[in-house]
């Protein structure tokens, strides 16, 4: 198995509403990330996971909530989005690098959740 | 000036003709991401590379490190090409490393 995927493919939803955002790979990597896509724009990181722990927050905002259940999944739990919060949301994995025993700079992507809040 | 620079930002080109979209970065290690997006869809990893060039059907990509400077050619081109095209640079971020994206170039291939 060498892909991310991730669900729903398309999500809408309300402002006051609770949803998440789905992403798994079986490839063995170890570091995952979540990315934000604004229509026209390139990626924007969001949030990266290192061994199923927490390693870069780009000062996201607490109405997205990142969790890493394990070594293959990674979620993003939303809630009380507004309007300017729709975009293509993205998630990669990186394999490990064998000579530096850290993240390696591959990332591989899924094909991305496309949000929209209303 | 960008950290990574890509052009040309728009391309048409009609069918069967040889692209070339270039890559200038200033940032980050030796290494560069190509990367497909098709309209409204996600985002394809075409190529990771640190030297020398790569090679996938119709796609070569080369990478001149000196120079930072990377090419992605594209032979032969095709309607389904049509994409929009960006290169990311790899640099350090802690433990992990963190992309540097190109603003991207958007190929129409016309029939």
């Known amino acids: 198995d060498t892909e991310v995927t991730q669900t729903p493919k398309h999500l809408v939803m309300g402002m006051t509403n609770k949803k998440s955002l789905k992403c798994e790979q079986h490839?063995?990597?170890?570091?995952m990330y979540w990315y934000k896509q604004k229509a026209k724009k390139p990626p924007e990181l969001m949030f990266v996971?290192?061994?199923?722990?927490?390693?870069i927050n780009e000062s996201v905002p607490s109405r997205f909530s990142p969790e890493c259940p394990n070594s293959s999944l990674l979620n993003l739990h939303l809630h009380a989005l507004q309007p300017e919060d729709s975009a293509l949301y993205l998630c990669?994995?990186?394999?490990?690098?064998?000579?530096?025993?850290?993240?390696?700079?591959?990332?591989?992507f899924g094909p991305g959740t496309r949000l929209t809040v209303t | 000036k960008n950290e990574v620079e890509q052009s040309p930002q728009n391309l048409t080109a009609q069918e069967g003709e040889f692209i070339t979209i270039n890559c200038s970065y200033s940032?980050?290690?030796?290494?560069l991401h190509w990367l497909q997006q098709h309209p409204g869809g996600g985002i394809v990893s075409l190529f990771m590379?640190?030297?020398g060039k790569k090679k996938h059907g119709r796609l070569i990509a080369t990478i001149n490190i000196q120079e930072k400077h990377s090419s992605l050619h594209i032979t032969a081109s095709h309607p389904r090409d049509s994409a929009v095209y960006i290169c990311?640079?790899?640099?350090?971020?802690?433990?992990?490393?963190?992309?540097?994206f190109g603003k991207g170039t958007l190929l129409t291939v016309n029939p």
């Open positions: 490839m063995g990597h170890r570091a």
């Open positions: 996971y290192s061994y199923e722990k927490l390693s």
């Open positions: 590379l640190s030297s």
């Open positions: 990311a640079a790899p640099r350090s971020g802690g433990s992990n490393y963190k992309l540097t």
């Open positions: 940032v980050g290690i030796s290494a």
């Open positions: 990669a994995s990186s394999p490990r690098d064998r000579m530096f025993g850290r993240a390696s700079y591959e990332q591989y």
